[in-house]
């Protein structure tokens, strides 16, 4: 339909700077799922509900402390891994020691009662924290593409949050023992590691990732229920890397990225909603375990 | 103890249907939760205001209204059990669905077998309320398939100086996609060019390669119709790549609202409901009966809502008492609601059309210097009957 009027390469730079920030958002979204199953061996399904909560946190800061901006995003950051912890002392630690599918069932059990709360709490109505905070969504020149303000901020968290990860993982004491849980939790705890403060920091940190990745959707786009759908829609992509691990999300979720929106934009607009899982069914059958995933954790994915 | 519960439930029953039975029961299914909750469950809750209204002032002759409401999430399966248990247990004289489009099959399928009317309220009207209407089905929404594109690229073509290159957007839903599919036809009738379709998943985290697409293909003129997320969030993922034509959509709840947000004057919106900045009497009532029932959402959200309750209160007065789903039925098929300026002109219902025999449409968009939404077209009226 209708001649293009881009020019080849402009056009491949903003394919390019879509397929980054595409990547991103399911990055930091995947990142969460990553986090608990490898650590504790639960599939989260209420991330998505966890990231809402996460952006109506946003929300009411902003609204509580409009005046100071920065003061309202630490502390929705902060309540965000509050919530994770407390979901852990709640309710998940009581599912230690159960079957897998039990703990997975308490995890949709958990995501019908945010979506129900959320609704009862502030309605259904559209939000819009990043107007609250007084700040814009400016479009910004990346040679000849354009990316937007928030869209940036999703590169540099995801990178800064993977970089930090890493790091923690591998040189801290408490990441060596969320490694050691995750490889060996009978182990762990006979060397004296308390395996619950362990997944109590993997479900804060995974809900705080995942809250941040809902806030910065809320301020791309808006708050509202639809943060759920989107939620599931990265879980592909940890699929694809590897539920166990955080380089296979980055991976899978570069690799689900870009053929989204190159089919989107060569082929059809359609295929973007079922691209993700064509990728995961074409993995299922060369590399069940993903890109990175661990060959013995197969029985439980 | 077990025999205890049992007659105490029994006595809970039996006291529910006295109570039903000197009452007129409304029964709704409505995603009142889910991803398309924001522009239906308010439709819902200023029903109910306006119900609680009603009984306020003593009932429709004389007998108060009872509306229960069902949350189906938007989802065709609890749609089709709300509507079983409101038609066979909660004994409803009329059911409203006020849901997607999915939902449809399975609820009428459940209103025919128990033979009560079914009112679509804030839920997109089907072809079957409109000539040559279908008996049991009627619809007050004020957002109508065809018609919508009718009036939207009406408008284009008499505001546009330049040749028009038109980019369509739509969502991956059976109506939306229908819409668009219609608009890119008429495009053509109208001596337009049609540039790009883009159909967008319901939802996506990131619009903004749908939009690339959308602005390669260099629409000078943009026709979005589907629900409000979808057309204004590829509105403005196009913006931030650098877009600069024209965007006219659909005017849904929250519009008036979001031109306020938004402050593009390139932006517009066609709808068919009065905005609030008309300041007519009746939306100082809309304001009070809100204020009243406790409903949450921004009064300028509420005009639906409140016409849905005109309408139950209308036909459930010219159904008498005692009430049966025929008589009521019988009653909306000859129904005429006066809406004091809500919309351009009376909702009237006949034997043959259960939609409405003229639409109203008005257009509005973000005045930068007034600094206010502004009317750029008054009512401009399509002849239902003559489609």
């Not at chain 1, 937007?148 to 990178?159: H, N, P, Y």
């Not at chain 1, 940190?205 to 995942?210: D, E, K, Q």
């Not at chain 2, 066979?88 to 025919?112: F, G, I, M, R």
């Not at chain 2, 009560?116 to 089905?137: F, I, N, R």
Request: hydrophobic letters at 50%; glycine letters at 8%; aromatic letters at 8%.
């Amino acid at each position: 339909m209708g001649s293009r009027v881009r020019g080849n390469d402009d056009r491949q730079v903003q394919l390019a700077v879509n397929i980054v920030v595409l990547a991103s958002i399911y990055a930091l979204i995947s990142c969460g799922y990553v986090l608990i199953y490898r650590v504790s061996r639960v599939l989260s399904l209420a991330h998505g509900e966890l990231m809402l909560l996460g952006a109506y946190g946003l929300y009411t800061t902003a609204s509580l402390f409009s005046r100071s901006p920065l003061l309202a995003v630490a502390m929705a950051l902060l309540l965000a891994a509050v919530i994770g912890l407390l979901v852990y002392a709640l309710l998940m630690r009581r599912m230690t020691g159960e079957s897998v599918l039990a703990a997975v069932l308490v995890t949709i059990a958990l995501g019908i009662l945010v979506r129900g709360l959320t609704v009862l709490i502030w309605s259904t109505q559209e939000r819009h924290p990043l107007n609250l905070l007084g700040w814009g969504n400016a479009s910004l020149p990346i040679g000849a593409a354009r990316i937007s303000g928030v869209g940036l901020a999703f590169v540099v968290i995801t990178a800064a949050l993977y970089g930090g990860l890493y790091i923690f993982l591998r040189y801290t004491h408490w990441g060596i023992r969320m490694r050691a849980a995750g490889q060996n939790p009978l182990l762990a705890a006979q060397r004296g590691i308390n395996l619950h403060a362990v997944y109590a920091l993997a479900w804060a940190l995974a809900t705080f990732t995942g809250g941040i990745a809902g806030m910065l959707i809320a301020c791309d786009n808006a708050l509202d229920q639809t943060m759920v759908t989107i939620g599931l829609k990265a879980f592909p992509a940890a699929l694809v890397g590897g539920l166990d691990s955080l380089l296979g999300a980055l991976a899978g979720s570069l690799i689900v990225a870009c053929a989204e929106v190159l089919l989107i934009y060569y082929v059809d607009p359609l295929l973007s909603e079922v691209v993700p899982f064509a990728v995961l069914i074409a993995m299922l059958v060369v590399r069940p375990w993903g890109l990175f995933g661990s060959r013995e954790e197969l029985d439980r994915v | 103890m077990h025999s205890r519960i049992i007659v105490a439930a029994a006595l809970a029953a039996l006291a529910q249907a006295v109570a039903a039975q000197d009452a007129y029961v409304v029964g709704v299914t409505g995603a009142m939760t889910g991803p398309q909750a924001g522009i239906l469950a308010p439709v819902v809750e200023m029903a109910g205001a306006y119900v609680n209204h009603i009984n306020g002032r003593g009932g429709i002759n004389g007998k108060q209204v009872r509306l229960v409401v069902a949350d189906d999430q938007g989802e065709p399966s609890r749609a089709a059990a709300n509507a079983k248990k409101l038609v066979s247990q909660d004994n409803v004289v009329l059911l409203l669905n006020s849901s997607v489009s999915s939902t449809y099959a399975p609820v009428v399928a459940e209103a025919k077998r128990a033979g009560v009317p079914l009112y679509y309220a804030g839920a997109v009207c089907p072809k079957e309320t409109y000539p040559p209407a279908d008996a049991l089905q009627f619809c007050s929404t004020a957002f109508g398939a065809t018609l919508d594109s009718q009036a939207a690229l009406d408008f284009i073509k008499r505001n546009s100086k330049e040749p028009v290159r038109l980019g369509l957007a739509g969502m991956a839903i059976p109506v939306s996609r229908g819409e668009i599919d219609y608009a890119e036809g008429l495009a053509k009738k109208l001596g337009m060019t049609p540039v790009d379709k883009e159909i967008t998943p319901p939802p996506t985290p990131d619009y903004t390669p749908f939009a690339t697409k959308l602005k390669d293909a260099n629409p000078n003129w943009m026709w979005a119709w589907s629900p409000w997320f979808a057309q204004v969030r590829t509105y403005e993922a196009m913006r931030r790549i650098g877009w600069q034509g024209r965007y006219i959509t659909w005017a849904h709840l929250n519009a008036e609202e979001e031109l306020a947000r938004i402050k593009d004057p390139d932006f517009y919106v066609i709808g068919t409901n009065a905005f609030f900045e008309d300041s007519l009497p009746i939306q100082a009532e809309i304001r009070a009966v809100a204020h009243r029932g406790n409903v949450k959402y921004p009064v300028t959200y509420l005009t639906e809502g409140y016409i849905v309750g005109v309408v139950i209160e209308t036909a459930l007065k010219n159904a008498g008492w005692p009430p049966t789903p025929q008589k009521v039925a019988g009653a909306m098929s000859k129904l005429k609601v006066d809406l004091k300026g809500l919309r351009g002109g009376p909702l009237e219902w006949t034997k043959d059309n259960h939609f409405r025999t003229r639409q109203y449409y008005r257009v509005w968009h973000w005045d930068a210097q007034k600094n206010a939404v502004v009317r750029v077209q008054d009512w401009q009226a399509i002849d239902v009957a003559r489609q």
